[in-house]
């Protein structure tokens, strides 16, 4: 049976009282933060949790001092035929209408780059220029060949979030153009998306993953320390209005 640790105090859940007792002891948790950090050893039996689809993510979960080892699992609708898990689906980008909707997270990325930069000192025209501004056709020239490619993830059909992915010289795959829409956060889509770059650089033969980001951007300096990424040397050159802001991050594959 699975167990849950709170201090001292062991407790156990019957299959029926599983859920409901975990959503009473997770009220206010970030449950985007959850699904977005690195699995741990927990063994599910699949007759005890036979509503929920075994070996998706597991978290460990810190809260007012409190450790918990809980099963951050959605209820499980089935596989997605486009690679995605239950209701979230991972596509890669490749018609006009599908680069359309691309930029148009894009431009919510460069917008919300740009407001929260703003409070750290940050030129706007600096971001736009050097990270943003591309539209839908840049994106698909950009994003159409081998080894350079966009993902789009859908919640139920609905355009959710988006990510990309680029060679770096000769033994790196960079992420780029990673969103998600407000809307659509704390459903585990970010987790889904990264873990989809990861499967495809993988493909590449290339033995780092790189990503550049901003201090400020904390939701995603902490997923992609979940997913294993370390400060590392600048591996772009950036002016020195950003220099204080930017953050270089990378892991091998």
């Known amino acids: 049976m699975q167990q849950c640790h ?13 859920w409901s007792a975990l959503q009473t002891h997770l009220q206010g948790v970030d449950w985007a933060t959850l699904a977005m950090m690195p699995e741990i050893d927990i063994h599910a039996q699949p007759s005890f949790l036979s509503r929920l689809h075994e070996g998706n993510t597991i978290a460990c979960v810190w ?6 080892a809980v099963n951050t699992l959605r209820w499980y609708k089935g596989p997605s035929s486009s690679g995605g898990v239950g209701m979230i689906s991972v596509s890669r980008a490749g018609s006009t209408e599908d680069f359309v909707i691309a930029a148009g997270f894009c431009e919510a990325l460069g ?14 025209e600096i971001v736009m220029t050097l990270f943003h501004g591309e539209n839908h ?5 950009k994003y159409t060949s081998d080894e350079a490619m966009m993902f789009l993830a859908r919640w139920e ?23 998600v829409d407000p809307a659509f956060r704390g459903r585990g889509i970010g987790n889904v998306l990264m873990r989809r770059v990861f499967e495809e650089a993988k493909k590449s033969g290339r033995p780092t993953m790189l ?12 997923l992609y320390e979940a997913f294993g990424f370390t400060h590392c040397p600048p591996f772009h050159t950036v002016p020195a209005e950003i220099s204080h802001t930017e953050v270089f991050m990378s892991r091998l594959l």
């Open 6 to 18: 709170w201090g001292q105090t062991r407790k156990r859940f019957t299959r029926n009282g599983l």
């Open 63 to 68: 809260k007012q001092g409190i450790t918990m």
């Open 111 to 124: 917008a919300l780059d740009v407001a929260m930069g703003r409070d750290h000192g940050v030129p706007a």
């Open 137 to 141: 056709e840049s994106l698909a020239r």
């Open 157 to 179: 059909g609905a355009p959710a979030g988006c990510i990309a992915l680029a060679p770096f010289e000769t033994d790196a795959m960079e992420i780029h153009k990673f969103y």
């Open 211 to 222: 990503v550049n980001t901003a201090a400020y951007l904390k939701s995603a300096l902490s």
